[in-house]
């Protein structure tokens, strides 16, 4: 069993959602971290969940990027285990500079609850390992600004580093304009940082683990995570540098 | 004269001045005649309504706590109780539609939580004018953005709800939000100021100039000066909500909590008096205590504010401590403010000196109670000589079906619910689309179906047969999802009580929820009354709205309204008449609401929901539909365009029903349902109707890839869900 970290903002909203799937779905251990608290080493893995931290008035992740925290989840990152940042965690991940590229606001200018379609890009990551690239998940998404921004030499770095772990498709797999739900540049949906340990995703596999709920494509990225802890063989030391 | 001026500018009356000043034995001053108007307002004080809402059954073996609180409560086995309620937010959402429906939103999530319980699903019933008016468009853009922007950041998800157009609302939207909590059944708090001496504690955001009057606001009429009452309107913050949320629910764990009540409309007066009526008790409060927002607040003006986020509680004394430190986690506003005591007076004190000083009774039992004279409408006169046989029967009924389904009435309502986080919480299993919504209860078997309803079309052309409907439908929506109707709130919108004509409508169509609710065992354990939905002497159609929620013991047993299987049976259950009164068909054809609307015989609506339910139990079932708006046709496509694409139907109809196929097909006839099966069951399902004495007809097989009912509707099952998914979208587009 492994020992999950899910950080806790004041407007955290999913944070329940985290608990009820890495608890009773994947029978993990799971513990809430107060933002203002300190000492992530007992984890194996950290997860920022969705949620409108600080109410996100400001631009989403804004204000939660300057909490202590931070810094916590920037040193667990450095010894190479794995942070996935959901939503509203991913937004503040890359508000953090953890990973590269801005969000704005949906290019529809509307909150979007849905089921989209995502496309597996890496299956080399602790978060992928269990997919394969091209596989499809259907899975929902949630939010106002999830329009991914980023410069073009950005983009053309997370291309030639496969650092791309998702992009919105459609049922069959192609990526197009029409299969974009949000906007967002190259149909990014998750990303991850240079060393591949910091994921963030925009959809919500917590909220499809469980067959009631209308899919379970979520309950891969849970398994990845689970399988690479088990196979990582103690905490490599990865130096995770500002993208 | 003067404080008599005063009075009668706070909407009181010359007699219900009277009646303080002989009371009190002295003239009241500013600020008292500010907490009496709010209080004895027809949103405070129901003085028209009440004598009429006694007829409503509010009890039941599973009932906790029906009306008088801040919401009701009942009981769903495994220790566990779901508090739930419905409010209207209609006069500030039509003056800041935004704000208004976001503030609607963030009240009654604090009557939920004031009472112990978590909040975990919200709904909300909305009514708009004349689609085509650019008015509407940007009432519907900014009340559905206002929902969106505060259920979504708070984190709970708004799982369903309804939305219909007509011109009756075009100077008066209705915005009627419901929301359920669960809890323990031996951790439900109450708003009591129990136990003298205990300290008062005020918490939450601080207190400003806004929202002063809101109350006031919400029990007069609009005219053309509307928007001058803009600054009556409060502002959300649902971030604070979220963490007063938090916060609340980290203090009832720790047993100092003795009472407690959210600061809803007339704020701070409203929940201290309130609070100390229900202990019996009174309450002492120090003004310059409460923190406030602006500088040289007067006790007039803290006391009315309605600044939203706030709560009142009373704790053990001695436990400031434990309470503070929760608060200051959160960052959140605190402050002893005063105490409870023995008086039965509220008393407000600034710098030492009385500012206000009144018995607790005169602000909230003796608060006026009118029998106001009802007259039947005439209106109603020109109404029941309407004659079926003057619709003339359409050249082509495909084309009248697709105008059906793109109207705003019946298209879907997917650009609405897609901009609600509907899945926050990870509970939703059947969301928005379906005959009700289903939440499961984590760690149970358990699912709480819910669903709202009303037709105010059926309403205006009878108001007790409306208002039974409403109540029917929502039962009958429940059984289609598989769940056992338990109880109701309701939200009942009409005119101005002073004009016996919208009395007469009130009383009929309380006369109708109250046979509905005691024939189907549905209690109604919370609700409000919103009066003066009127602009200019123009009022809104009827509309009662009910919300009703059902428990589905096992999970597994759930329903939807979508087909599932190729070759499955389409089998309709009731009897379908000529029925064309308030239909949508009549609307799409003449332009008009004339006639009588259907009939309900409750005893067959309780049978046909007896059936429904042992046939869900069986497990035989593969969809089950209610029949609504745009009968049959409509019930039939709905089934088809499943969230996992459309599925076609072969449809064949005796014609041993001996109608006009126009009401076979858009009749909108009660007490149907529309199922689908696997052949083999079928002499199961004929059984059990049989058992109960209700019609059933095998209509169809669920088949290809045409909507096809035999010498009546041909066209391709793409086609039609085209016109359906898209209308809602176009018609709102194309005004933009």
Not at chain 1, 3 to 16: E, R, T, V
Not at chain 2, 343 to 366: C, V
Request: aromatic share 8%.
């Amino acid at each position: 069993m492994f020992n999950f970290g899910i950080i806790l903002f004041p407007g955290s909203n999913c944070d329940h959602d985290c608990y009820h799937a890495i608890s009773n779905v994947f029978k993990q251990s799971c513990e809430y971290i107060w933002h203002e608290n300190k000492g992530l080493d007992r984890f194996d893995c950290i997860v920022i969940p969705g949620g409108f931290s600080y109410g996100d008035y400001l631009r989403t992740g804004a204000v939660a990027r300057f909490s202590p925290i931070m810094r916590e989840v920037e040193n667990f990152a450095s010894s190479g285990k794995p942070v996935i940042g959901i939503c509203n965690g991913f937004q503040i991940l890359v508000e953090t500079g953890l990973l590269p590229g801005a969000f704005i606001k949906n290019s529809t200018t509307k909150f979007i609850c849905k089921w989209v379609n995502i496309r597996v890009e890496n299956n080399s990551s602790p978060f992928t390992n269990l997919l394969n690239v091209g596989d499809v998940l259907r899975i929902p998404i949630a939010h106002a600004e999830g329009n991914y921004f980023a410069t073009e030499d950005v983009i053309s770095k997370l291309k030639d580093n496969s650092l791309i772990a998702f992009k919105y498709c459609d049922e069959e797999g192609i990526v197009s304009n029409s299969s974009n739900p949000n906007g967002s540049c190259e149909n990014i949906a998750g990303l991850m940082n240079s060393e591949g340990n910091i994921l963030g995703m925009m959809p919500h596999p917590e909220r499809c683990s469980e067959e009631i709920l209308g899919g379970t494509d979520g309950k891969s990225i849970f398994e990845s995570i689970i399988s690479w802890l088990k196979n990582s063989t103690g905490s490599k030391q990865i130096k995770t540098g500002r993208f | 004269m003067e404080n008599l001026q005063i009075a009668l500018n706070h909407g009181l009356s010359t007699q219900e001045y009277n009646k303080i000043v002989n009371k009190l034995g002295r003239e009241p001053n500013l600020t008292e005649i500010g907490i009496l108007a709010a209080m004895w307002s027809e949103h405070c004080s129901y003085k028209s309504s009440k004598i009429h809402l006694k007829r409503l059954p509010t009890k039941g073996a599973n009932v906790i706590q029906g009306p008088g609180e801040n919401a009701g409560i009942v009981d769903i086995g495994d220790e566990l109780c779901v508090i739930f309620k419905m409010e209207s937010h209609n006069h500030p959402s039509f003056i800041e539609p935004y704000q208004g429906a976001a503030t609607g939103v963030g009240g009654i999530l604090r009557d939920i939580f004031t009472m112990g319980a978590r909040p975990i699903a919200l709904l909300n019933s909305l009514r708009f004018g004349d689609p085509k008016l650019p008015k509407t468009r940007y009432l519907v853009d900014g009340v559905v953005s206002g929902i969106a922007g505060y259920g979504n950041c708070i984190g709970i998800p708004t799982v369903g709800g309804e939305v219909y157009f007509d011109e009756c609302y075009n100077g008066n939207p209705l915005i009627n939000v419901f929301a359920l909590g669960i809890t323990k059944k031996n951790e439900i708090f109450r708003g009591l100021a129990r136990g003298v001496a205990n300290p008062v504690i005020y918490v939450g955001s601080k207190t400003g100039r806004d929202g002063i009057h809101g109350a006031v606001m919400a029990s007069e009429t609009f005219t053309k000066e509307a928007e001058e009452k803009r600054p009556a309107v409060q502002v959300g913050d649902p971030f604070t909500e979220k963490l007063l949320l938090e916060s609340c629910l980290e203090l009832f764990k720790t047993g100092i909590v003795v009472g407690i009540q959210d600061m809803g409309a007339a704020g701070l007066t409203s929940s201290s008096t309130e609070m100390a009526n229900r202990a019996a008790n009174g309450i002492i409060i120090d003004i310059d205590k409460v923190p406030r927002r602006e500088k040289e607040m007067t006790p007039y003006e803290i006391m009315l504010s309605e600044s939203q986020e706030r709560m009142l509680i009373v704790i053990k004394k001695g436990n400031e401590e434990i309470a503070e430190r929760i608060f200051r986690k959160w960052n959140l506003d605190f402050s002893v403010i005063g105490e409870v005591t023995e008086s039965s007076d509220l008393r407000i004190i600034e710098n030492s000196d009385i500012m206000a000083d009144l018995p607790i009774s005169l602000i909230t039992e003796e608060a006026p109670i009118y029998k106001r004279p009802s007259k039947k409408p005439a209106y109603l006169n020109n109404m029941k000589n309407f004659d079926i046989f003057s619709i003339p029967f359409p050249n082509n009924l495909d084309s009248i079906f697709l105008k059906i389904l793109s109207s705003p009435t019946v298209s879907s309502k997917r650009w609405i619910f897609e901009q609600y986080d509907h899945m926050v919480r990870t509970n939703t299993v059947i969301p928005p689309g379906s005959d009700a919504s289903i939440i499961r209860i984590k760690d149970t078997n358990k699912a709480i179906a819910i669903t709202t309803n009303c037709n105010s079309r059926y309403c205006y052309l009878d108001p007790y047969t409306g208002s039974a409907i409403a109540v029917a439908e929502s039962a009958r929506n429940l059984a289609c999802s598989g769940a056992k109707p338990l109880a109701i709130t309701d939200c009942l919108n009409f005119g101005n009580p002073e004009n016996p004509e919208i009395m007469w409508q009130f009383k009929k169509s309380i006369e109708g929820l109250a046979q509905a609710a005691l024939v189907l065992n549905t209690p109604v354990v919370s609700g409000n009354v919103s009066f003066y939905n009127e602009t200019e002497g123009v009022a809104i159609f009827p509309t009662p709205t009910v919300a009703m929620i059902g428990l589905i013991e096992d999970i597994r047993n759930h329903l939807t309204q979508w087909f599932e299987k190729e070759g499955d049976r389409i089998v309709l259950l009731g009897e379908t008449k000529e029925e064309f009164g308030g239909s949508e068909y009549q609307k799409q054809i003449q332009g008009t609401v004339r006639g009588k609307p259907p009939q309900i015989d409750l005893r067959a609506e309780s049978a046909l929901i007896h059936t429904l339910l042992e046939a869900s139990q069986t497990g035989i079932l593969h969809s089950a539909h209610d029949l609504s708006e745009g009968g049959l046709a409509t019930a039939i496509s709905e089934s088809c365009f499943t969230p996992n694409g459309s599925i076609g139907v072969k449809i064949k109809i005796n014609d041993n029903m001996k109608i006009r196929n126009d009401a076979i097909l858009f009749s909108e006839s009660q007490s149907r349902a529309l199922v689908s099966l696997e052949r083999k069951n079928i002499p199961i399902l004929d059984k059990i109707t049989r058992e109960y004495g209700v019609k059933m007809s095998n209509i169809g097989v669920v088949e290809g890839d045409r909507l096809f009912i035999e010498n009546m509707i041909d066209i391709p099952i793409n086609e039609g869900y085209n016109f359906w998914s898209s209308g809602f979208e176009r018609i709102l587009n194309s005004y933009a």
